[in-house]
């Protein structure tokens, strides 16, 4: 007997192949009725929506900081559950300013989008070489910026050096029907009603949304379901499923039961239309292959098309690895915001 016939992961990657994911746009169908109907199957995928609550938030601390000001602060999300984050608005501007939504992947958490090391692996080509300072960076285009810790990472259940720790959360959160990334998301959208009922002078019709890796993930996710944002920027996450967290053992925090039954990551972007889509990525990434990103972005490509804003959607890929890529994302992000 042939040993690949005994390989029950070949055969589920078999059944992968073969299979069109049900909820694919069909240029039959009315654009717009194809996205109501997918973004309600995917919430409910994602274990969304959660209970709402009283958001309790409260600022904690507020330091001046070298053209900018740092509000600390936390809010409560679900009932009995608080997400620290970060505030940043630069000192000086004029009129309301766009916000940039910022998120770490699997990292030791989100100082590392404020530029600071907190723990021993946190060095500079961690943080700067891999350009993931996510928040300075958006105070230098002029911008505001939404730092949150992501469940699982950092302050929020990260282990005690620092590391990541999201399989038991995950694991018992899939007994209730919930996702980390559904949770995840959900943060994000929480984060948001904090920005537009404290904030005022944030302009809530100019959120971008940036993450790297799982943070990027999040971004893409969360931009499906989540209107208020208009400029959507996952770097080195958005990819084929079959090329990347099926034949490579990714985090579990990756995997939403079905998903790839009803959608792929391509057809999932068609969610995002007609708001701008960025998607960035390395040409070297191993564990988001190049190949996987480009059969993803021409299915997204032909979405925006079936939207009739092609112009809205523009990949980057940036000559090396699984890293952020600056100059050439905040170039498009510019050119777009002009518009």
């Known amino acids: 007997m042939d040993t690949l016939s005994r390989s029950p992961l070949r055969n589920n990657q078999r059944l992968l192949a073969a299979h069109k994911p049900l909820l694919a746009y069909d240029e039959t169908c009315d654009f717009t009725a194809w996205q109501e109907s997918a973004r309600k199957k995917l919430m409910k995928l994602l274990g969304l929506p959660f209970v709402s609550c009283a958001d309790d938030f409260r600022v904690e601390k507020e330091e001046e900081r070298d053209g900018y000001l740092d509000k600390r602060c936390t809010f409560q999300s ?52 891999g350009q993931r300072d996510f928040a300075l960076q958006a105070i230098k285009q002029g911008y505001a910026a939404l730092v949150i810790e992501q469940r699982n990472f950092g302050e929020c259940g990260g282990a005690a050096e620092g590391r990541p720790n999201c399989y038991q959360s995950t694991m018992a959160g899939l007994l209730m029907g919930r996702t980390t990334i559904g949770e995840r998301v959900w943060d994000v959208s929480r984060g948001l009603d904090i920005i537009e009922k404290y904030f005022t002078e944030i302009d809530m019709n100019r959120i971008i949304c940036l993450g790297n890796s799982g943070g990027g993930t999040t971004t893409f996710y969360a931009s499906c379901i989540e209107t208020r944002i208009s400029y959507s920027v996952p770097s080195c996450a958005f990819c084929s499923f079959d090329e990347s967290i ?72 940036g000559e090396g690895g699984h890293r952020f890529y600056s100059e050439p994302t905040w170039s498009i992000v510019r050119r777009f915001m002009a518009e």
Request: charged letters at 20%.
């Open 246 to 317: 099926v034949p490579i053992q990714h985090c579990t925090c990756n995997y939403v039961p079905s998903i790839r039954k009803y959608f792929d990551m391509g057809d999932m972007a068609g969610l995002i239309a007609p708001r701008y889509f960025i998607p960035v990525c390395g040409r070297y990434d191993t564990i988001f292959p190049l190949a996987g990103v480009e059969a993803s972005y021409q299915t997204a490509c032909n979405l925006y098309r079936a939207a009739g804003v092609p112009e809205r959607c523009q990949l980057v890929i």
């Open 78 to 129: 679900e009932k009995g559950y608080y997400v620290p984050c970060h505030v940043l608005l630069p000192e000086k501007h004029n009129g309301k300013l766009p916000l940039v939504v910022c998120l770490q992947g699997h990292s030791t958490g989100m100082h590392i989008s404020l530029g600071i090391s907190k723990y021993e692996e946190d060095d500079y080509e961690i943080i700067f070489g």
